[in-house]
């Protein structure tokens, strides 16, 4: 996100006050015409059309059940080259005394930190969040990349599992490094592919521990295609070119699913949490072929309610015929402004409560000046209360083999 973009949402949420240092465009709202033509010539990126249609508008301060937000960042590795994260040292995003008041106002009853890193790291991770508040953070592990060019890799990794899961760690996070970034020596050479047979030890180890896995491969498939004036996500990839997975020697979107599937074929007693909506929330038919060929598979929606609220009646029925297997989460990242569909304040939270309990239409997906997934706006899906139990807290409850008491 570019510094003025930035500047406005921090501005819209009241964090920087309007006439401080940095300098402001000289855009006073008058547009002018180009000599005679009668037509005026706006940027698109000063563009941001007030709606105006009249229909209700809900309110949800507090979700109608519990919550555990499945997918949230609440560290770091604080060292990463080429995309992929090296060594134990974590970098902490914030404090429980911090997020704890957003999460009692919000309804959210626990909090995953996925990002918990490995060894010492998630060490310090659990210590700093779960140890004091169990019964409100849960932390995962990951792998350690650096390693995976040893040969005694697989090994290794399955005992590194076996030793988070002593540590507290509840489950393994797997970040699109793999597919997109981890290459044969750590971050050069060839691409390392998902369905490697060196991390076979590393799902199987999940499997018999309980620890469901976590897994985000791939990204929208806009992310794949050049970012051009005919790209739906033309903002966003100008704002983050580094999300852009057009060309250099990236596989295709349909290449890294179909890897992915290989590993859910080959370890079914490992339970899988396809994040992202498998990734694929704007093509359900492809993620519903998943879900009925994989039934270790379930989904979770971070940063994805963009994408399902503007196929609502679609995204109403994959929520009922999947509703044991759809799990909340927001991909939350405290201070994250550069990602305002991520920022863990209370209106992200109220955006994804009112999409899945009302009906309102045409409402933000994203608590920000333009919508920064793409230009639309989203429809609620007003799911019964059985429904909403099962997403918001009893889905995850159980892969996570929680007793919850409510
Ligand atoms: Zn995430």
Redesign the pocket.
């Known amino acids: 996100m570019g510094e003025m973009n930035r500047r406005r949402l921090l501005e819209s949420m009241g964090i920087v006050a309007v006439g401080s240092t940095l300098p402001m465009p000289d855009f006073s709202g008058q547009l002018k015409s180009p000599e005679g033509s009668g037509k005026m010539r706006l940027d698109l990126s000063e563009f941001q059309p007030k709606s105006m249609l009249h229909v209700p508008e809900t309110k949800v301060s507090r979700s109608k059940y519990p919550v555990i937000d499945i997918?949230t960042?609440l560290s770091i590795r604080a060292k990463s080259v080429h995309g992929v994260g090296i060594g134990e040292k974590m970098e902490f995003l914030a404090t429980p005394e911090s997020v704890l008041p957003v999460m009692d106002r919000k309804n959210i009853k626990i909090m995953v930190n996925?990002?918990g890193g490995s060894g010492k790291g998630l060490e310090e991770a659990v210590q700093r969040f779960q140890q004091p508040h169990p019964d409100r953070f849960l932390t995962f592990t990951e792998p350690s990349w650096d390693h995976s060019n040893q040969p005694d890799y697989g090994k290794f990794q399955a005992d590194e599992i076996e030793h988070a899961h002593e540590t507290g760690a509840r489950g393994l996070k797997v970040?699109k490094t793999l597919g997109l970034y981890l290459r044969e020596n750590v971050s050069e050479g060839r691409l390392v592919k998902i369905d490697d047979p060196r991390f076979d030890s590393m799902w199987d180890a999940c499997g018999s521990l309980g620890m469901p896995v976590a897994i985000?491969v791939s990204d929208p498939e806009a992310f794949f295609l050049p970012t051009d004036r005919f790209n739906e996500r033309f903002e966003e990839l100008n704002n983050h070119p580094d999300w852009s997975f057009h060309g250099r020697d990236f596989p295709s979107n349909a290449e890294i699913m179909e890897a992915r599937n290989r590993v859910f074929a080959r370890h079914p007693k490992t339970q899988f949490i396809a994040?992202h909506v498998g990734n694929d929330a704007e093509n359900l038919p492809y993620v519903s072929e998943c879900m009925d060929r994989f039934s270790n598979m379930s989904v979770e929606l971070?940063?994805r309610v963009g994408e399902l609220g503007r196929q609502s009646r679609m995204s109403r029925k994959f929520f009922e015929k999947y509703q044991d297997r759809i799990i909340f989460g927001t991909?939350a990242v405290p201070n994250g402004a550069d990602t305002p569909q991520?920022i863990f304040i209370d209106q992200l939270y109220e955006i994804y409560y009112r999409f899945l309990e009302t009906e309102d239409e045409y409402f933000d997906y994203a608590p920000a000046p333009v919508p920064p997934q793409g230009r639309w706006r989203i429809y609620g899906i007003g799911l019964p209360d059985e429904i909403l139990k099962k997403v918001y807290y009893q889905n995850a409850a159980r892969l996570l083999k929680l007793q919850m008491k409510i």
Do not use: F, N, Y
């Open positions: 997918h960042h996925l990002t970040l985000h994040l971070g940063a991909d991520q």
